[in-house]
């Protein structure tokens, strides 16, 4: 099983509201990641989780708060967004960090913030 | 600092026909990992290829290849027999470390 999923498909919120992100693998990977996707624009990193612990925050604002509740879970809480946060966000996760090559993707959760 | 370069915005093939997305990168590291990824238009972004920089034979994956040249730091796809399936945003990505960078992408069409 080579999947990665996650919930919701589709958020719309209002810039005052608290929502979360949810992702789940179930491949024994270690490390997980979080990227925000723009239309026709690479991925960028935000977050990367290893062994359940926070290793790499590429400078994310905090409204943003990821939480690695157990290996196999990654959430990303959401609390009052600007209008420019709305994109794909896309979880990720691989056997390692470091040299563990491929990374497999979720299908994203397209948010909308208005 | 490592960056990843597709010089190729968009690019188009007639179906059946070979195409070559070009792919360089710049890095000060000896070992590191090289992808492909793909990505239809609203659909999950998958991996279509991986290269170890140790290896020097080429990657192959049925009708995706890779010619990839260390020391120029290139790494190019060849997407041969061309599918409409097969048309995309295609990313090259790099890895080293705790580090994974994408390329801006670039947008393939399929021509029937």
């Known amino acids: 099983d080579t999947e990665v999923t996650q919930t919701p498909k589709h958020l719309v919120m209002g810039m005052t509201n608290k929502k979360s992100l949810k992702c789940e693998q179930h491949?024994?990977?270690?490390?997980m990641y979080w990227y925000k996707q723009k239309a026709k624009k690479p991925p960028e990193l935000m977050f990367v989780y290893s062994y359940e612990k926070l290793s790499i925050n590429e400078s994310v604002p905090s409204r943003f708060s990821p939480e690695c509740p157990n290996s196999s879970l990654l959430n990303l809480h959401l609390h009052a967004l600007q209008p420019e946060d709305s994109a794909l966000y896309l979880c990720?996760?691989?056997?390692?960090?470091?040299?563990?090559?491929?990374?497999?993707f979720g299908p994203g959760t397209r948010l909308t913030v208005t | 600092a490592q960056t990843v370069t597709q010089s190729q915005p968009e690019m188009s093939v007639q179906e059946a026909e070979t195409v070559t997305l070009s792919c360089t990168y710049d890095t000060s590291e000896s070992d590191y990992y090289l992808f492909w990824y793909k990505q239809p238009p609203s659909r999950q972004m998958i991996l279509v290829i991986r290269q170890e920089a140790y290896k020097q034979q080429n990657a192959t994956e049925n009708r995706f290849s890779v010619n990839f040249q260390k020391a120029a730091k290139s790494f190019s796809l060849k997407i041969s027999d061309s599918q409409l399936g097969d048309a995309a945003m295609y990313f090259c990505?790099?890895?080293?470390?705790?580090?994974?960078?994408f390329g801006t992408g670039t947008s393939l069409t399929v021509i029937p």
């Open positions: 990505a790099y890895e080293a470390g705790n580090q994974f960078y």
């Open positions: 491949m024994g990977h270690r490390a």
């Open positions: 990720a996760s691989s056997q390692e960090t470091g040299l563990a090559g491929t990374q497999y």
